[in-house]
C-alpha cells in the first residue's frame, strides 16, 4: 500500500529549500513512524506534464498506519509539528492518496492485484 502526496512549492520557495524541508520532514517521520518507508521524492523535469511538480510516495504496511498516525498524534506532536508546519507554509495544491500496486504480468498482459 502507497501513500502519495502530490504538491507545488509556494512561489518564492526554491528546489533547494523544497528537497531540504522535505527531507527534514522524511527524517522525523520515520523516526516516528519506522514501518512507513519513503519510496522516493521526485521532481518533474523539463517542464514536461502537467503540475503540480512534486510527488512523494511512501509506503505502508497496511492502510491501518493511517490509524496509527491519528492514535500516536498527542504522543509525537512535538517532534513532528514544527517541521509539518514548515512543509505546509511551503506548499499549495496538495493532494493525497491511499493506492495499491497493481503487479503486470509483462509476459501476457495480465493485472494481478497486490
Not at 11 to 28: K, T
Not at 67 to 80: A, G, I, P, T, Y
Request: net charge negative.
Amino acid at each position: 500500500m502507497f501513500f502519495v502526496q502530490i504538491f507545488d512549492p509556494k512561489p518564492g520557495v526554491s528546489h533547494d529549500e523544497m528537497q531540504d524541508i522535505y527531507g527534514r520532514l522524511a527524517a522525523a517521520w520515520r523516526e516516528v513512524w519506522p514501518t512507513n518507508r519513503l519510496v522516493g521524492l521526485f521532481v518533474r523535469k523539463w517542464g514536461v506534464g502537467a503540475k503540480p511538480d512534486y510527488l512523494a510516495i511512501w509506503e505502508l504496511p497496511n492502510a491501518a498506519a493511517m490509524d496509527e498516525w491519528d492514535n500516536s498524534w498527542d504522543r509525537v506532536k512535538e517532534r513532528m509539528i514544527d517541521i509539518e508546519n514548515e512543509f505546509w507554509r511551503a506548499v499549495e495544491m496538495v493532494e493525497t492518496k491511499l493506492m495499491d500496486q497493481i503487479e503486470i504480468d509483462e509476459e501476457g498482459g495480465d493485472a494481478i492485484g497486490r
